[in-house]
């Protein structure tokens, strides 16, 4: 699994790193050949496929590979794995964008009680002080403890049971072949 995961990387990177560029003297630079920009369908895939960041919540998704003969542990791993990221993607983007609100909502009132335009005389952004900005990450770090408390907890069950039935997948993989050989 994380051979999978490291070779999707490096792929997507490198397939993203070598798209077709215009040269000095207007010819066009091939692609790096058996790279591709996005993933195969999921039949055809050989590995894990990992994407650009989200917009929203920061976090690259995974499309995973199905396996040929996908067990049935493999595949409730598989759909674990995948209602995790989804759900952990669910959660950041919700965080993020109430944190993003009340940021602005921050700067905005600084910006009145200080009677300051929202841009200075060159052109650049006016924000708040480090002082004034560290009391607002306190304020809403304290304000959003309960839901990152609740959040971790689930967290932590999640991955706990993904490791349980990965370490189940993988003794099935080293003994199946044993256990075959004795018939």
Do not use: C
């Given at each position: 699994?994380?051979r999978?995961f490291c070779?999707?990387?490096?792929?997507?990177?490198a397939a993203?790193k070598?798209r077709?560029t215009?040269g000095?003297?207007?010819k066009?630079?091939a692609r790096?050949p058996g790279?591709?920009?996005h993933?195969p369908?999921q039949?055809?895939m050989?590995?894990d496929?990992?994407?650009?960041?989200?917009?929203?919540?920061?976090?690259?998704?995974?499309?995973f590979?199905?396996?040929?003969g996908e067990?049935v542990?493999?595949?409730?791993?598989?759909?674990?794995?995948?209602?995790t990221q989804?759900w952990?993607q669910?959660f950041?983007a919700?965080?993020?964008?109430?944190f993003?609100?009340?940021?602005?909502?921050f700067?905005?009132s600084w910006l009145?009680?200080e009677?300051?335009?929202?841009?200075?005389?060159?052109?650049?952004?006016?924000?708040?002080p480090?002082?004034?900005?560290s009391?607002?990450?306190?304020?809403?770090?304290t304000?959003n403890k309960h839901?990152?408390?609740?959040?971790?907890?689930?967290w932590y069950k999640?991955n706990f049971h993904?490791i349980?039935l990965?370490?189940?997948?993988?003794?099935?993989?080293?003994?199946?072949?044993?256990?075959?050989?004795?018939?």
């Open positions: 699994m994380i999978s070779t999707a990387r490096h792929t997507y990177g993203r070598n077709p215009v000095g003297r207007g066009v630079k790096a790279l591709a920009a993933p369908p039949a055809k050989t590995h496929w990992i994407g650009p960041a989200d917009a929203t919540s920061n976090l690259r998704p995974v499309k590979r199905i396996p040929v067990t542990t493999e595949e409730r791993l598989r759909r674990l794995r995948a209602e989804k952990n669910a950041w919700n965080h993020n964008l109430k993003n609100e009340e940021k602005s909502d700067i905005k009145e009680k009677d300051l335009k929202s841009v200075h005389s060159d052109g650049s952004k006016r924000m708040p480090a002082e004034d900005m009391e607002f990450y306190s304020k809403f770090l304000e839901s990152q408390l609740r959040y971790q907890r689930e999640r993904i349980y990965s370490f189940r997948v993988k003794m099935a993989r080293v003994l199946m072949p044993r256990i075959s050989t004795r018939k």
